[in-house]
Each structure stands twice: as structure tokens, then as C-alpha cells.
């Protein structure tokens, strides 16, 4: 199945075409003459013109996210179950619904559930449903998630936070046993297909004794790993214009906007670079948001290192990047795939060097 369609292209060669466009105060923004508006419109004909990739809803540029979903089709088709793993905030849920809309479980109902927002005592009752008078104020008969799920697919989000008790019941329903609602007398049988996501080690729970292995092992039928947003740049500018443009599609990200948020860490990864945008968007007094409206925090460093070892660092990385040069024959978009960098950060760094020697050639005595 075909999951590329043609989208706004958000990265790559982008940013250059966003240098003829001038900020506009927004107050102004309506009393806009011709010239302007023209300018406007053929920013948009441009973005439009650019392809990216959405696969199965999710905005991506990245070799490594694409491996991802290219391992999502190829499962899709199944009924194994799949353990998603993560940081919080980097995109898991975004590929357990990729998982369902590429199956053929697609037309058939999503139920998803976090494990961890819920006290112990109500899992069990959402997850299997009651019977009238189970419990006190339990005054009519409700199905659980898996009954709601019966067809389709049931995404467990956090199951790393699932007690032992729980953990038991619901490794025997994945192993097909029929189970009992809550006060219920008769067995209820469903056949939903289990997608699971976790930011824990699940394998060192297990270790640790605080997660069942065998349940461990009837999830882990195909696991996925969802790398962090700092691992995988080119997706920073592609999502950064996605939720701009959600916020207000006429508001446009300046070069050095572009160059923080590559630069950034995103320890809260696709979850905080959503929030960065939305209050940029909000708070900005021009069309054009530059960095200082992003307000982004600096993330936190290690030991501050000697100006003599910054100096050897940076000698070090412009080695590596000229052999991956080398090694792409010059692409640079290649280069910046092997480097796990967006082309953007690679040609910034190429023109720095450039600088950096032209510097040092005119400091040298005659």
C-alpha cells in the first residue's frame, strides 16, 4: 500500500524561498497593499509546489522515522500485536494509528486508553466493562474497551504502568481467553487486535520484577522504536510549518527561527516543539516569527569545556562532516542523511568553516 501523498514541502531547500517574504506588523496585515499581497500569495503557490511526505497522517522527512513507518506497513496487514517504545512526547501514538489505518481493521472501531492516567481500581472496569450493580453507582450495563475494540484495534498507551493484578488478566484475553465483565456471570469473547506503547525499559522492568516477562514477550510480537526528535533533525522544520499552519497559515518562520529550532534539543520532543509553535503563533507581532519569539529554554548542559577543547571539537567535526561529503560525492543532502543532520544545519556549519579560514588567513602574518 502507497503511503506517500503530496504535501506542503516543509524542509530541505524550503527556507531560501521564504527570503523574499517581508514581516508584516499584523495590525497592517489587512490594509495590505497589492504588493504585499502578491508577495503572500506566491509564498503559499511556492509552499505549495514543494513535496514532502505524510505517511499515514504523520509528518515526516527523516530516513530514520521513514524506516519506521516503512516497518508500519509491512505489519500493518497482520494481527500481531505491537509494542511501540519511546520518549514521551516523541510521536508513539502517531504510529500505533498508523498501525490501524494501513490494516485491514481500518473501517473497524479505534479504542485507545491511557494505562497510567487511571487509579488501579477503575482499569479494570474500563478495560472489561460491568454489570449493573457491581459496584456502588454502577446503574447500568457497560462494555469495556475491548468490547468497544472488538474488530478493530485497542491502543494501550503507558502499559508499563499496568499493576500486577491487571497485568495477569490481561495477558490471559491476549491469549484468547474469554473473560468475565465485571459482577458479570457470562463470558464475553472479543477479537481485537493489541497495539501497546511505553517510554519505560520494559525489558529492565522485567529484570526489576515490577513487569510480568511472559506478558512482556506476548507483546513484544513486533516492537517498534520511535526515535527522539533530537535524533532526527530534518523532521523539525516539516513539523514546525505543520502546526504553524494549524495555528494560522499565513504566519511564516524566519531563517534564524529555522536555524534555533534545528539547533534545539526538544527534551519534550514532537510534544514540546507543538507547544514552542502554537506560543510563538500567539505571541508574535510579525508575520514572519523569528527566534526570540520561541522563547526556547536552553537545555541542559554538561561541565562548560576549556576553549582549547572546543577548539579540537570542532576541528573533529569538520572532519567528519567533509568525509561525509566525501563519501555522499558531494551531495549534500546525502551527507547531511549520514550525519543525521538536516542539509539546513549542514550548510550552516560549511559556511562557518568557510568563514572561520577566511578569518584565520587574514590573522596570519605576513
Known amino acids: 500500500m502507497a503511503m506517500t501523498a503530496k504535501v506542503l514541502s516543509l524542509g530541505g531547500g524550503t527556507a531560501g524561498r521564504f527570503n523574499f517574504h517581508r514581516a508584516v506588523p499584523r495590525h497592517n496585515q489587512e490594509d495590505a497593499g497589492p504588493e504585499t499581497r502578491y508577495r503572500q500569495d506566491h509564498l503559499r503557490a511556492a509552499q505549495a509546489q514543494d513535496e ?4 499515514s497522517g504523520a509528518v515526516v522527512r527523516s530516513e530514520r522515522m ?3 513507518f516503512r516497518l508500519v506497513e509491512k505489519i500493518a496487514r497482520t494481527n500481531a500485536t505491537v509494542l511501540i517504545g519511546g520518549e514521551s512526547g516523541s510521536g508513539k501514538e502517531v504510529v500505533a494509528r498508523a ?4 490494516s485491514l481493521r481500518c473501517e473497524r ?12 481500581h477503575l482499569v479494570e472496569s474500563e478495560l472489561f466493562g460491568y454489570e449493573k450493580g457491581a459496584f456502588s453507582g454502577a446503574e447500568g450495563q457497560k462494555p469495556g474497551m475491548f468490547e468497544l475494540a472488538s474488530g478493530g484495534t485497542l ?3 503507558e502499559i508499563g504502568e499496568l499493576d500486577a493484578k491487571m497485568q495477569v488478566k490481561l495477558l490471559r484475553v491476549l491469549d484468547g481467553v474469554p473473560y468475565y465483565r465485571l459482577g458479570g456471570t457470562r463470558k464475553v469473547a472479543v477479537d481485537a487486535r493489541i497495539v501497546a506503547a511505553t517510554n519505560k525499559n520494559l525489558e ?3 529484570e526489576a520484577g515490577t513487569f510480568r516477562g511472559d506478558l512482556y514477550h506476548r507483546l513484544n510480537q513486533v516492537s517498534i522504536q520511535v526515535p527522539p526528535l533530537r535524533e532526527r533533525v530534518e523532521d523539525v522544520a516539516p513539523l514546525a510549518y505543520h502546526f504553524l499552519h494549524e495555528v494560522d497559515p499565513r504566519l511564516e518562520l524566519g531563517e534564524d527561527a529555522l536555524n534555533a529550532l534545528e539547533d534545539h534539543g526538544w527534551p519534550g520532543n514532537v510534544r514540546e516543539l507543538r507547544n514552542a509553535i502554537t506560543r510563538a503563533a500567539v505571541l508574535a507581532e510579525s508575520w514572519e516569527i523569528r527566534a526570540a519569539d520561541l522563547s526556547l529554554r536552553p537545555c541542559p548542559q554538561g561541565p ?8 579540537q571539537l570542532g576541528g573533529l567535526e569538520e572532519q567528519v562532516i567533509r568525509e561525509a561529503l566525501e563519501k555522499s560525492g558531494g551531495r549534500q543532502d546525502v551527507a547531511a542523511g549520514l550525519l543525521g543532520i538536516s542539509r539546513r544545519t549542514l550548510l550552516r556549519r560549511l559556511k562557518e568553516y ?9 590573522a596570519s602574518p605576513a
Request: hydrophobic content about 45%.
Open 52 to 55: 514532502g511526505n505524510i505517511l
Open 66 to 68: 521513514k524506516a519506521v
Open 99 to 102: 498501525v490501524h489505518n494501513l
Open 109 to 120: 472501531p479505534w479504542v485507545d486508553i491511557n494505562c497510567g492516567a487511571l487509579p488501579d
Open 155 to 157: 491502543f494501550l498507551d
Open 204 to 206: 529492565q522492568a522485567v
Open 304 to 311: 562548560v569545556a576549556r576553549p582549547e577543547l572546543k577548539s
Open 354 to 362: 568557510k568563514t572561520r579560514a577566511s578569518t584565520e588567513v587574514c
